[in-house]
């Protein structure tokens, strides 16, 4: 049978191989405990389950979503309102916010939406893989920006060679940034702003990780810079505040005509969200503000938790990450992130992620998760330290 070229480009999807790892081991008898998978474990808050329940019920619901293109207006309201009261930005629900199925979505429909076959688009290594997958399958071409700990993990816009900045049509960004678990400042921001506008470049700004921040660090979003608006859009998701991820909702905001573009996407594509999911955003978006805070005390927790282990082995010359909900640490000396990676399985049965999964420029480092229930990272822990102490 035929599989399309563009496929072949694609390289497998990191999560996938990890899981069939996992489960060979599993299926060995071998008891592993995985901090690799970025996935909340904790239940969605009652409320969204509740307004699930009762909208399921309702048959208006059963029929095609509601304003399928973007999304029903009492959700795409909510979104606004959620901005406006979280980050300050104030958003036209009509046609400047449109709900996803998850951001990851949004992701690939923006680069349909944007980029003819053929153009450049910019990423950052390491960096989220679907990114280079949703390139690949609307014809682009990825270009790597690197992204490194001397700079805070932002990329240097200025040494992206100007030929490269001109060919270029769409940037991706994602901050706080999976996997580096970076924070943006909004200087960094207004730079993107200036940038994009000098070569017309379009930026989608995936910020599904935009509330969980460490320290005090205060929520950002791109849309807050004067002039985003005009360059691009922002993404966001339920998935990740909410301990959403199973249920599929998101949502795109910013520039009308990169809304339109996507929405003319989707609605030749997916036909839009399942209206009683929407319902359950909306009680998300509207009266789960403090599950939010109750999640981040436990990733706080579990976070200090796993830098003091480190911290205990030996693990000092490196800054802590401010948001996400992962750990992106060094590999010890000499020690590239494969053989670290294989070392902690084969030793203490311990799945994590290489950084070399993630870019050239990930080489080096390897990601942790905080999405591990607690009694769990405690075994994971005392692994660890048995392993490399
Ligand atoms: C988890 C994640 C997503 C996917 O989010 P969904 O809304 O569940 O599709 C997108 N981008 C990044 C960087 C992520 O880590």
């Not at 700004?205 to 922002?234: Q, W």
């Not at 969200?273 to 805070?293: E, K, P």
């Not at 003091?308 to 992106?328: A, I, Q």
């Not at 049965?349 to 050239?360: F, K």
Request: aromatic content about 10%; overall charge negative.
């Amino acid at each position: 049978m035929q599989i399309a070229n563009r496929l072949k480009r694609i390289p497998p999807y990191l999560f996938i191989e990890l899981r069939n790892k996992i489960n060979q081991a599993v299926a060995d008898g071998i008891d592993v405990i995985s901090l690799a998978i970025g996935d909340p474990v904790e239940p969605t808050p009652q409320p969204v389950i509740d307004e699930l329940s009762r909208s399921a019920a309702d048959l208006a619901n059963h029929r095609y979503p509601t304003d399928e293109e973007k999304g029903m207006f009492a959700f795409r309201k909510a979104v606004a309102d959620w901005y406006a009261q979280r980050y300050n930005v104030e958003l036209d629900p009509e046609d400047e916010v449109l709900g996803l199925i998850g951001s990851k979505e949004g992701c690939h429909h923006f680069i349909l939406a944007v980029v003819n076959p053929g153009e450049t688009v910019l990423m950052t290594d390491p960096g989220y893989p679907a990114y280079r997958a949703s390139i690949f399958m609307a014809g682009g071409e990825p270009y790597n920006v690197p992204i490194m700990a001397d700079n805070g993990f932002l990329p240097k816009l200025a040494d992206i060679p100007s030929n490269v900045a001109k060919q270029a049509t769409a940037m991706f960004l994602n901050y706080p940034n999976n996997p580096t678990g970076a924070t943006a400042t909004p200087e960094f921001f207004a730079e993107v702003v200036e940038f994009a506008r000098t070569y017309d470049i379009a930026v989608c700004h995936d910020n599904p990780y935009s509330e969980i921040v460490f320290d005090g660090e205060k929520p950002l979003s791109f849309l807050s810079t004067p002039g985003a608006k005009e360059v691009g859009v922002e993404l966001n998701s339920l998935s990740k505040p909410f301990n959403m991820t199973g249920w599929r909702i998101g949502m795109a905001m910013g520039n009308a005509d990169l809304i339109t573009g996507i929405a003319k996407v989707k609605g030749n594509t997916d036909s839009g969200i399942f209206n009683a999911i929407q319902y359950a955003g909306i009680a998300a978006l509207t009266q789960c503000q403090d599950n939010i805070g109750e999640m981040l005390e436990i990733y706080a927790r579990r976070r200090q938790k796993i830098l003091d282990t480190f911290k205990g082995l030996g693990w000092e010359n490196y800054v802590p990450p401010r948001g996400t909900f992962y750990l992106w640490l060094p590999t010890p000396k000499g020690m590239n992130s494969i053989d670290f990676a294989t070392l902690m399985f084969e030793k203490a049965g311990i799945m994590i992620a290489p950084g070399a999964a993630y870019g050239e420029y990930g080489e080096g480092y390897f990601r942790l998760v905080l999405t591990v229930p607690d009694q769990r990272l405690d075994e994971a822990l005392d692994r660890i330290k048995n392993a490399l102490g």
